[in-house]
């Protein structure tokens, strides 16, 4: 090899001669600044995930109008299905009896955890509710809002291979503190019809009314548009796979719809000072969903941590039981990427608007007031994704597939209903009216300045 010409060195594909991982056994993408196709391998990493892929939506649309048109017969169907359940009507709703009985069957260690995590996201909750205000503008006109919980709303929880109970706390929590009467929560089962108990029991906790065991696009259907045995909702909220907030976007307009939290994504963005087992862990964490849609980068501007990084996820790999899922997470959308400087890294965070974001830099005190588009940031080596995940108290439902750039987290004050309220006197009136001649003529709506020009005649 060293009497071969450099430029042939070069070419060979199975290398990379920067102190890598042979290119066969990186469990992550590799593009550097240096590249000479750089921006185009950019792009590609931030193609539009698959909440915007056609054929999803396509079978989204397709379940959606089978749960309009046949109701409780469509979710029957899809349930059996996707999730292999022969079920009964009578059977998709689970009863109180069966929510206590799965709070009587966890173990103590769970129900600490459950009360915890609960306790954390209220506090959280109470201190970002929205208050009723008013105040007179300059005519003396009493101007303000009041904020109302929404009447009803709907909740999905994912289950699959990895019933979600924690974000039964981080969403269904909220509608509690805000004063929802009624909060549905959808959830798929299992083969046997039956529904994770630890789920159920958080589902109980955190405050659920009616809990049915039906996942999927056809579950945001039901709430949506409503079937026999379950009512329609005001609003639906809650994380999902691409077929579900394909479902919540293809049916916004028809109710109300918190964001798209889809699969999960992570962003990390470091210095030489940052832990590589930390990150390689962190980075494994959010792979290990099970889509095959998560979505995780690392950044930095040290080749050598880069190097550190990409052997640490080698090495711990391994001993993760959901390992297989992590793999095809990470191949198909994991990607280390060395950047010129940590301005360029975070100028990238704010192009990929990912769900999380952790700075494990030096001074990152900077990074934190320009990042302007991410879910959720977690600053320095002992704030790990997963505290966001379980325990720390902000909702974890999250925009995901670049919808940060216009949406934000999930927060209690979405579960109120804002409304503004207008009050003005005689004389509030009289002081305005001069306003309202001119918009009339300048708009032709002449009917406009007679409604209040009728009142002040008198």
Known sequence: LPSRPPKLLDKLPSFDFSGLLPLSSRPMNLIRHTDSDFSAKLNKLIAASSLFD????????????????????????????????KLTPGKLRVGQAELAGAWRATNARSRKAIRLAKANVTLFAKRSLRKNWQARNAQGGVVGEKFDPFARVGVYIPGGTAPLASTTLMTVTLAKVAGCREIVACTPCGKDGQVNTALLAALGQAGANEVYRVGGAQAIAAMACGTKTIRPVQKIFGPGNAYVVAAKRLLFGRVAIDLLPGPSEMFILADSSANPKFAAADL???????????????ASNSKKLIADVQRELKRQLPALSRREFIRKALR???????????????????????EHCELMLRKPGQAVKALTTVGAIFVGPWAPTVLGDYVAGPSHTLPTGGAGASFAGLTVDQFQRRTSVVKYSRSALAKSIETIRTFAEMEGLDAHGRSAEIRLED
């Open 332 to 354: 198909k959308n994991g990607w280390l990427i060395h950047v010129k400087s940590i301005n360029d890294g975070i100028a990238l965070a704010n192009r990929i608007a990912p």
């Open 284 to 298: 494994l964490a959010q792979a290990e969903h099970g889509s095959g849609d998560e979505r995780v980068w690392f």
């Open 54 to 85: 056609p054929v999803v939506e396509q079978r989204a649309l397709e379940i959606i109008r089978a749960v309009q048109r046949r109701g409780d017969k469509a979710l029957l169907h899809y349930t059996e299905k996707f999730d292999g359940a």
